[in-house]
């Protein structure tokens, strides 16, 4: 059995029982019930993954992988594509945003670069995982050959699989890539049978002109390539990214591990649809840090059927909102393990 397939196998359904157990103990705590709201939502939905109506505090990690996309030959980006190999030398160098607010919130960073056009010299912050040197340019035919989705879903797998073994508890994950909110769009349109209209966005920046162009190469890649969209691996292939396919992979390797994964925005969003149309269950292991301006991300989060816990205007991707998110977990759990009960602190309770 390959790497993909067990771990699909191994996602099992999170432990409901143990979100109950953990409302129950919400309610005991000196405070109207349920006034937390969704503090207390987001503690129970750890619990139930974690397994543990205790789970305490959990170590994080973000990670946040890069590679190009031979779509941006068609223009549909404000940027050009050699800015992904200088933004993976600007992680290394810890000058980003995602490193920023990653120190800011006590957050691991892992780097891998999945595929950039241009790589390189060896960096010792960068994990190098090349499937190649950028994907194909799914307006003429598919993106990737489908062993070459399987090798990046399983490098994202292999990650997940080490952090967690490493201790962390909660795993985040960011994207970097010129052209790839084009590709998401084509992803979540396919996944979702939305109309590309509807899911493609402004990007990194784009006047209106270059937003139609982008609207029509996506519907052109539809019809090059025909996705079926009962084999998500189909769809991936065709139409993704190396490192969307590497997000699923962590998104699947966290969920075999009963382990949260903090989606960021639309790219990662459209990952996670990938990885839940392979496993059905990872879509319980996904929790969604913000609402970006891309228009698709609303898309997205309906698909997963999840909401957001911020919205701040976001649409810069690499795994901000995640990082931004992270800390309401920690605020989560703190009040479930530190708070006072009723009883304890002497406190009437109405019971109500």
Do not use: C, F, W
């Given at each position: 059995m390959s790497l993909l397939a067990d771990t699909c196998g191994r996602i099992l359904p999170i432990d409901l029982s143990l979100?109950?157990?953990?409302?129950?103990?919400?309610?005991?705590?000196?405070?109207?019930?349920?006034?937390?709201?969704?503090l207390e939502e987001l503690a129970c939905r750890i619990a139930a993954i974690g397994g543990s109506a205790l789970p305490g505090t959990l170590s994080k990690a973000i990670v946040v992988m890069a590679a190009d996309h031979g779509v941006a030959a068609e223009?549909?980006?404000?940027?050009?594509?050699?800015?992904?190999?200088?933004?993976?030398?600007?992680f290394a160098r810890g000058g980003a945003a995602i490193n920023v607010l990653a120190r800011q919130a006590g957050v691991r960073l892992v780097v891998a670069d999945l595929g950039v056009k241009m790589p390189l010299a060896a960096?010792?912050?960068?994990?190098v995982h090349r499937i190649g040197a950028g994907t194909d340019n799914f307006a003429h035919g598919p993106a990737m050959t489908r062993a070459?989705?399987?090798?990046?879903?399983?490098?994202?797998?292999?990650?997940?699989g080490e952090l967690v073994r490493d201790g962390i508890g909660l795993l985040g994950v960011g994207d970097m890539g010129i052209g790839n909110s084009t590709a998401a769009s084509a992803l979540t349109a396919a996944f979702t049978g939305a109309r590309p209209a509807a899911v493609t966005g402004r990007g990194?920046?784009?006047?209106?002109?270059?937003?139609?162009?982008?609207?029509?190469?996506i519907q052109r890649g539809l019809h090059v390539n025909r996705p079926a969209t009962g084999d998500a691996l189909d769809v991936l292939s065709k139409l993704g990214g190396f490192e969307i396919a590497g997000l699923a992979g962590v998104v699947l390797g966290a969920a075999a591990h009963r382990v949260p994964v903090m989606l960021d925005g639309f790219i990662t969003g459209a990952a996670a649809l990938a990885a839940?149309?392979?496993?059905?269950r990872a879509a319980?292991?996904?929790?969604?840090?913000?609402?970006?301006?891309?228009c698709g991300h609303r898309v997205v989060l309906d698909a997963h059927g999840v909401r957001p816990l911020l919205d701040?205007?976001?649409?810069?991707?690499?795994?901000?909102?995640?990082?931004?998110?992270?800390?309401?977990?920690?605020?989560?759990?703190?009040?479930?393990?530190?708070?006072?009960t009723f009883e304890a602190a002497g406190v009437s309770d109405t019971g109500r």
């Open positions: 979100a109950n157990a953990t409302q129950r103990g919400l309610d005991r705590k000196t405070k109207p019930r349920h006034s937390l709201g969704r223009g549909v980006s404000a940027y050009p594509q050699e800015v992904t190999s200088q933004m993976l030398r600007n960096m010792p912050d960068v994990r070459q989705a399987v090798a990046a879903l399983e490098v994202g797998i292999r990650i997940a990194t920046g784009i006047d209106e002109a270059t937003l139609a162009h982008k609207v029509e190469v839940v149309r392979m496993a059905p319980e292991y996904v929790l969604a840090s913000h609402l970006s301006v891309e701040l205007d976001l649409r810069l991707g690499e795994g901000t909102g995640a990082a931004l998110a992270m800390p309401l977990v920690d605020a989560a759990l703190a009040i479930v393990t530190d708070m006072a």
